[in-house]
């Protein structure tokens, strides 16, 4: 298994509800991404976890929870979001050991907060 | 702190031309390279990764180059294709650093 899978594709949202993203990768790999792309911009961090532990987080407001309750599983609780938090989420692994690897990304999470 | 810039923004060409894509990366201790293609609303697929020890890696009709010294990436792009239509981003990742820092991408488009 190659692949980095999230779930859902779309989620429609609307501002008082608590929804989360998932993010799943049979690599082996230690080091799993949540990154926030709007339209014609490129992929911006918010969160970092190395071996389970949230290692950088990028200022990101908190409404936005990240949990890794495994070393194949991550997710992204959300919560009283705002319409400008509309974009795609993309999640991404790396493994941590052994020669040097790229970034595997998964289809990512168009979500749209009414 | 590293900093990488694409260009084109943008670059339309007609089919079956060979085409360059050039990045450019601010801090030359680089770990590695990544070059990713992305679909319109699709996640980033990866085409390339250069390591620091590399000068250049290939895959069918592309061909990346890394030179540390001068902070230049270029995708080489054979015989284009429609298909070939995407953006493509450019990101790094610099010793010690746990974080990908991309470009702001080149818009391809190959015109039939």
């Known amino acids: 298994d190659t692949e980095v899978t999230q779930t859902p594709k779309h989620l429609v949202m609307g501002m008082t509800n608590k929804k989360s993203l998932k993010c799943e990768q049979h690599m082996g790999h230690r080091a799993m991404y949540w990154y926030k792309q709007k339209a014609k911009k490129p992929p911006e961090l918010m969160f970092v976890?190395?071996?389970?532990?949230?290692?950088i987080n990028e200022s990101v407001p908190s409404r936005f929870s990240p949990e890794c309750p495994n070393s194949s599983l991550l997710n992204l609780h959300l919560h009283a979001l705002q319409p400008e938090d509309s974009a795609l989420y993309l999640c991404?692994?790396?493994?941590?050991?052994?020669?040097?690897?790229?970034?595997?990304f998964g289809s990512g999470t168009r979500l749209t907060v009414v | 702190k590293q900093e990488v810039t694409q260009i084109p923004a943008a670059l339309s060409v007609p089919e079956g031309e060979n085409l360059v894509l050039n990045c450019s990366f601010t801090?030359?201790?680089?770990?590695?390279l990544q070059w990713f293609r992305q679909d319109p609303g699709k996640g980033l697929t990866s085409l390339l990764l250069i390591q620091s020890s590399q000068r250049e890696q290939t895959s069918g009709r592309l061909n990346a180059s890394l030179d540390k010294s001068s902070g230049r990436s270029t995708l080489y792009i054979a015989a284009s294709q429609p298909g070939d239509s995407a953006t493509y981003l450019c990101?790094?990742?610099?010793?010690?650093?746990?974080?990908?820092?991309f470009g702001q991408g080149t818009r391809l488009t190959i015109n039939p």
């Open positions: 991404a692994s790396r493994t941590t050991t052994g020669p040097p690897s790229g970034y595997t």
């Open positions: 976890y190395s071996y389970e532990k949230l290692s």
């Open positions: 990101a790094a990742i610099t010793q010690g650093a746990q974080k990908l820092v």
């Open positions: 801090d030359s201790a680089i770990y590695n």
